[in-house]
């Protein structure tokens, strides 16, 4: 059975050491598109070293900034074709602002299994501590497997936001490049879902897709800078459920709703009739 709730609720994934430089965040930043304007001063908090400011979402690649193979999905309990695999669900705890240069520990761990019916949802949990063990992080991830469900599992929270009732605060139009994936995956996801044009079709798509976490990045950049000043230090925590796949060279409608504390977000892709693209974004500021 590929996977085994039993064996995977609760499995340690093991802990990686890693490390990140200023060239590391640039191209990040660079990857999920800063620097559209080389001469703004916001732009370049991005992309120059001089007064280096870090998104919040550099989060999801530190880590894995050195890795150079496709991703598997089998741990203890799964074992999941690629082609089947889509995220879920991405959050960010900020335990404080990410510095530009640094070296951590990343201790990650299979929280939950669901069992949807036609899909498997896993969520993993990495805790992240600097080398004095001080934490900086905690990602929260659910990944959805399609054709994976029906082993008899528990479906899993509900957890929709209760939206108001009012039209939105600010709506951002957002590009993204036609090269955008294959930026993206020089920060550590080498899936082929994102390159490979056949592969991309034998799993259903058209053609390549954007990354997820890549959509993840441009809409977060795109909040801090319209409602935060442009300083992602004020970020405390950043989550989404991913609710539609973007091809790259689409547009983004990003639509935000101001509430205490905290920022509701939808995005969507207006070029296919505002298919939803990211669903209960939710960023919390400091």
């Not at 993993?124 to 905690?138: F, H, I, R, Y």
Request: with cysteine; aromatic share 8%.
């Amino acid at each position: 059975m590929p996977i085994d709730p039993s064996v995977a609720i609760g499995a340690d994934l093991g802990e990686v050491a890693f490390a990140w430089t200023p060239s590391d965040v640039l191209l990040y930043h660079l990857a999920v598109g800063a620097g559209a304007d080389p001469v703004d001063e916001r732009e370049l908090r991005y992309t120059y070293e001089r007064d280096l400011r870090v998104l919040p979402t550099f989060a999801t690649v530190a880590a894995n900034l050195r890795t150079f193979t496709p991703p598997a999905l089998r741990f203890p309990g799964v074992d999941v074709d690629l082609a089947k695999v889509l995220h879920g669900k991405q959050e960010i705890e900020l335990h404080r602002p990410i510095p530009v240069e640094g070296k951590a520990v990343a201790r990650t761990r299979i929280a939950d299994v669901f069992d949807k019916g036609k899909a498997a949802v896993l969520v993993q949990e990495t805790e992240v501590a600097d080398e004095s063990g001080a934490p900086l992080w905690t990602a929260r991830s659910s990944i959805f497997a399609r054709g994976e469900g029906g082993f008899g599992g528990e479906r899993g929270p509900s957890d929709k936001i209760e939206w108001p009732d009012r039209e939105p605060d600010a709506v951002l139009d957002v590009p993204t490049l036609p090269q955008q994936a294959l930026l993206y995956r020089l920060c550590g996801d080498r899936n082929p879902l994102h390159a490979d044009p056949a592969f991309a079709k034998a799993a259903g798509f058209d053609r390549p897709i954007l990354h997820g976490l890549c959509t993840y990045g441009v809409v977060a950049k795109a909040v801090v800078d319209a409602f935060l000043d442009g300083d992602p230090e004020r970020v405390s925590a950043f989550g989404t459920k991913f609710a539609g796949v973007v091809f790259p060279g689409e547009n983004l409608r990003v639509r935000v709703w101001r509430e205490t504390g905290r920022l509701l977000v939808t995005t969507t892709a207006p070029e296919r009739d505002d298919a939803p693209v990211l669903a209960d974004t939710v960023l919390r500021s400091r």
